[in-house]
């Protein structure tokens, strides 16, 4: 049995509930710990709430450069998307939670640690991965594992009779995960693929058709593939998602709905917003495409799959991930540039690119007279390229 317990308390229903019912259990010291990472919430608010509810003692580490500079910035600079369409908002934001909840541990003398993950989704296995990385005898504690509780009704049902304070309603039952790089909508109303999510469900973005009817244009400066300069002015990693996603989302930008098979095995309905990253994404790529090689560029897109699966999956201090990092940074030391882009109702579009070390050479690419490139050379190029095609079209007319 643990005697003291250190849980990743966020303030919604899960955690609000955990605390106590960690106490009731456990009959141990409940110690919560909160990490900032740009949510927006009254973060003091939700610590007073966690010392009410009976933790013994309440813990709010500001993360939030840490997040966008160690987590956010690597991830962009491998491109890594989730099946070809989710940005992994909330997936990056757990090794870091993680991470710093075993710090407190440590601090504490903890013998156990708990989260408000369900035994169903991919949390669980992001954070718990994290903690036996990090301190390989840590205890481990559940909850959706281990208590009575079939539902996210039951919970508040729960919390209602025992006076815990929660935002989740009949009325309003999905839940939420928000960081500055993205906000989550899962479960409830939301578990009908077919269904349209309702008219109010925004919150870092307006609605494309809401979205000004005049573009923005905004221009994005990087240096070894990371940002450094929005419109000219250089902010710290946290500053700029911060700025961008106030430009982005004003424009519409960022909403994806998809259904993704988590890695526990099961396909899932999700609903993001993610604005700064989705220009991100965007820009970033554009530079590229001024400054990589073409064998190095097709090389490292063949890992972004495998890059983001590891991300999602709860793979961030595996050495796998930290192999792959190595590759992509390598690679991202010559991304340089400026990307300028159009953002309108929704999209997200390059108009211009430039770069100090860019590949692109006008005299070669052009349509017009030069004296550098022989197109004649072409011809043997495609007849060497097209032997083994001629090879087997003569062997299947015999």
């Known amino acids: 049995m643990a005697n003291k317990i250190v849980l990743a308390y966020s303030g919604g229903l899960d955690t609000s509930v955990a605390i106590k019912w960690l106490k009731e259990t456990y009959n141990a010291e409940v110690i919560a710990f909160c990490a900032d990472l740009g949510q927006g919430d009254d973060l003091q608010a939700v610590k007073k709430k966690a010392l009410q509810t009976g933790a013994s003692r309440a813990y709010v ?39 710093k909840q075993i710090e407190i541990a440590i601090r504490e003398n903890a013998d156990a640690v708990a989260h408000g993950a369900t035994g169903k989704g991919n949390d669980q296995v992001r954070f718990e991965l ?16 281990e208590w009575s509780f079939d539902s996210r009704q039951a919970l508040i049902d729960y919390a209602k009779k025992h006076g815990i304070p929660v935002e ?19 479960g409830g109303i939301l578990e009908d693929p ?47 998602f911060q700025q961008l996603n106030q430009i982005a989302g004003s424009n519409g ?28 994404h965007v820009a970033h790529r554009a530079v590229e495409s001024l400054t990589l090689d073409r064998e190095v560029l097709h090389l490292r897109d063949s890992l972004i ?15 796998e ?27 997200c579009l390059v108009v211009g690119r430039k770069s100090p070390k860019s590949l692109y050479h006008p005299e070669l690419a052009t349509f017009e007279s030069e004296k550098i490139y022989n197109q004649k050379d072409a011809e043997g190029f495609i007849k060497l390229n097209a032997l083994r095609l001629k090879v087997r079209s003569m062997l299947r007319g015999q």
């Open 321 to 347: 991930r930290e192999i792959l990092q190595n590759t992509v940074d390598m690679i991202q030391k010559d991304v340089a540039g400026t990307v300028k882009l159009k953002l309108y109702k929704g999209n």
């Open 194 to 240: 077919w269904a349209e999510p309702p008219k109010d469900m925004y919150t870092m973005m307006v609605p494309p058709e809401k979205a000004p009817d005049k573009p923005t244009y905004i221009e994005i400066q990087y240096e070894g593939g990371n940002p450094v300069r929005l419109n000219g002015k250089a902010l710290s990693p946290f500053k700029f």
């Open 130 to 145: 994290t903690y036996y990385a990090l301190k390989p005898d840590i205890q481990v504690i559940s909850p959706w594992r």
């Open 305 to 319: 799959p495998k890059f983001a699966e590891l991300v999602y999956y709860g793979f961030w201090f595996a050495p």
């Open 61 to 99: 580490v500001d993360a939030r450069e840490e997040f966008v500079r160690d987590y956010v910035f690597p991830m962009l600079r491998a491109n890594a998307i989730y099946e070809g369409v989710y940005l992994l908002g909330t997936s990056i934001a757990r090794p870091l939670i993680a991470k």
């Open 253 to 280: 930008i960022g909403r994806v709905d998809l259904v993704e098979n988590r890695f526990v095995g099961m396909k899932s309905r999700g609903v993001y917003e993610t604005p700064a990253g989705t220009v991100l």
């Open 168 to 186: 989740a309603t009949k009325k309003k039952p999905y839940s939420t995960d928000r960081n500055i790089l993205h906000i989550s909508y899962e």
